[in-house]
């Protein structure tokens, strides 16, 4: 109630009666130390996401992403690789005690515990001390979060065998006739597990442009050669020349 000027209703008593221009204050008083957050302080912000942004955009379009070959379910001979951000715990479960019987802890055990630690570190080390000398138990973990993050994440570049992994997601060109009488009887031996669907290869080699002779490849299907067993092939004859022969006629 003002004294003369009626009554005014506010509908939330947050909200103060008389609105005032959104002047931002006067900051001479300390050059370079503090500004309005709108707009000046916002408006930097929005200015270098742009440049960043912008400067992103450009890398993506100059450099092609680094694509492999079509996904194969039925390649149980492809060793996937993650992201550079994960490589700490792949590297991990490469370790006896992290992995096979034991990769229980290697994968929610030792992460857990880790990952638990840096959450808990805030209540772990509550002093007023700002100093990382004088914070022991804050410091002693953010060591050794990066040094073992940073370790495995070596050790797992300088392991990998770049070569072949360079070679198994290599995109071939092939032309093949799925309607072919020689690839249903292809696709309906155990060849595919160890072949691929696209014949490109997995535990076993590629079956494309091979260079041999119909008669070749019923010999191998038959008595086998290097680590396929002889009698892998488990159906007749007439089906495995059709077979044999379909395999012979591919090239890249």
Same mark, same amino acid.
């Given at each position: 109630?003002?004294?003369?000027?009626g009554?005014k209703?506010?509908?939330?008593s947050?909200?103060?009666?008389?609105?005032?221009?959104?002047?931002p204050?006067d900051?001479?008083?300390?050059p370079?130390?503090?500004?309005?957050?709108?707009?000046?302080?916002?408006?930097k912000?929005?200015?270098v996401?742009a440049?960043?942004?912008?400067?992103?955009l450009i890398?993506?379009?100059?450099?092609?992403s680094?694509l492999?070959?079509?996904?194969?379910?039925?390649d149980?001979?492809?060793?996937?690789l993650p992201?550079?951000?994960f490589?700490f715990?792949y590297?991990?479960?490469k370790?006896?005690? $992290?992995a096979?019987d034991y990769?229980?802890?290697g994968t929610?055990?030792?992460? @857990?515990l880790?990952?638990?630690?840096?959450? /808990? #570190?805030?209540?772990?080390?509550?002093?007023p001390?700002?100093?990382?000398?004088?914070?022991?138990?804050a410091?002693g973990?953010?060591?050794?979060?990066l040094?073992?993050?940073t370790?495995?994440?070596?050790?797992?570049?300088v392991?990998h065998?770049?070569?072949?992994?360079?070679e198994?997601?290599?995109?071939?060109?092939?032309?093949?006739?799925k309607?072919?009488?020689?690839?249903?009887?292809?696709?309906?031996?155990s060849?595919?597990?160890?072949?691929?669907?696209?014949?490109?290869?997995?535990?076993g080699?590629?079956?494309?442009?091979?260079?041999l002779?119909p008669?070749q490849?019923?010999?191998? $299907?038959k008595?086998g050669?290097?680590?396929?067993?002889?009698?892998?092939?488990? @159906?007749?004859?007439?089906?495995l020349?059709k /077979? #044999?022969?379909?395999?012979?006629?591919?090239k890249?």
């Open positions: 109630m003002h004294r003369g000027k009554m209703f506010v509908g939330d947050r909200v103060p009666a008389e609105r005032k221009p959104n002047i204050k900051y001479s008083e300390y370079g130390k503090t500004e309005a957050f709108w707009p000046n302080f916002l408006l912000e929005w200015m996401g440049v960043f942004l912008i400067g992103y890398l993506t379009i100059s450099h092609e680094p492999e070959r079509k996904a194969d379910p039925t149980a001979g492809y060793i996937p992201d550079w951000y490589l715990l590297q991990l479960l370790y006896k005690y $992290a096979g990769v229980l802890i929610i055990v030792i992460p @857990g880790a990952f638990g630690a840096l959450l /808990l #570190a805030p209540w772990l080390d509550r002093g001390e700002r100093r990382p000398s004088r914070r022991p138990v410091t973990l953010m060591l050794l979060a040094i073992s993050i370790y495995l994440t070596w050790e797992s570049v392991t065998d770049w070569e072949k992994a360079k198994q997601g290599k995109i071939v060109e092939t032309n093949i006739d309607n072919d009488p020689g690839y249903q009887v292809f696709k309906g031996q060849c595919v597990g160890c072949h691929g669907s696209e014949l490109t290869g997995g535990t080699p590629s079956l494309i442009g091979t260079g002779k008669e490849i019923m010999k191998i $299907a008595e050669r290097g680590a396929m067993p002889a009698n892998a092939y488990k @159906g007749n004859e007439a089906d020349k /077979l #044999a022969t379909f395999i012979s006629k591919l890249k």
